[in-house]
T-cell receptor
Framework: KAGVTQTPRYLIKTRGQQVTLSCSPI?????VSWYQQTPGQGLQFLFE???????NKGNFPGRFSGRQFSNSRSEMNVSTLELGDSALYLC??????????????FGPGTRLLVL | GQNIDQPTEMTATEGAIVQINCTYQ??????LFWYQQHAGEAPTFLSY????GLEEKGRFSSFLSRSKGYSYLLLKELQMKDSASYLC?????????????FGKGTKLSVIP
């Protein structure tokens, strides 16, 4: 069974630009979550999607947005990039969410560098 | 707010036992996870506790005390490949929600 895939793996952008990252969950998984990882703050939750609906959102500005498609694939978008957005962006998928033991499986991440 | 604390770094000797502690104060609790993350790689799932007590899985065990807001990960017979960051994460309660709040991770160095 293929794992979570993320594209692209590496990205370099300049301040003010926008970026779109893509995540394909494990087949059959309907919940997709996004996290930002930086050395100073660790892993921070961005948002979670389930059946094309955003169910949860972390404490990030509105420049960070996402969506999920009917095949459970998800994208996240960051507009008006800032230097502080440089981070590893991780996507995680799970089979079912509330009330289950099901863990989240992480993709390899997209490393974004903003210059 | 949510607060999850774990030591920043630990060092242990190959073949030994190490215990990594995690304390949490969160608004709601629906399970505690431990993940392992090697440098430059994605986190991989190690263990899950939702009830008090010890869960054992090979060389790894995880303990939870909900009343104390405390968990630990125990690694036995340490190997060099266990050098990694270990992340403690709490799943917050709430209907139809899957949101993990992570600690900043404990970087474990295993030395010969």
């Amino acid at each position: 069974k293929a794992g979570v895939t993320q594209t692209p793996r590496y990205l370099i952008k300049t301040r003010g630009q926008q970026v779109t990252l893509s995540c394909s969950p494990i087949s059959g998984h309907r919940s997709v979550s996004w996290y930002q990882q930086t050395p100073g703050q660790g892993l921070q939750f961005l948002f979670e999607y389930f059946s094309e609906t955003q169910r949860n959102k972390g404490n990030f500005p509105g420049r960070f947005s996402g969506r999920q498609f009917s095949n459970s694939r998800s994208e996240m978008n960051v507009s008006t990039l800032e230097l502080g957005d440089s981070a590893l962006y991780l996507c995680a998928s799970s089979l079912e969410a509330a009330g289950s033991r099901e863990t989240q499986y992480f993709g390899p991440g997209t490393r974004l560098l903003v210059l | 707010g949510q607060n999850i604390d774990q030591p920043t770094e630990m060092t242990a000797t190959e073949g030994a036992i190490v215990q990594i502690n995690c304390t949490y104060q969160t608004s709601g609790f629906n399970g505690l996870f431990w993940y392992q993350q090697h440098a430059g790689e994605a986190p991989t799932f190690l263990s899950y506790n939702v009830l008090d007590g010890l869960e054992e899985k090979g060389r790894f065990s995880s303990f939870l005390s909900r009343s104390k807001g405390y968990s630990y990960l125990l690694l036995k017979e340490l190997q060099m490949k266990d050098s990694a960051s270990y992340l403690c994460a709490v799943r917050l309660s709430g209907a139809g929600s899957y949101q993990l709040t992570f600690g900043k991770g404990t970087k474990l160095s295993v030395i010969p």
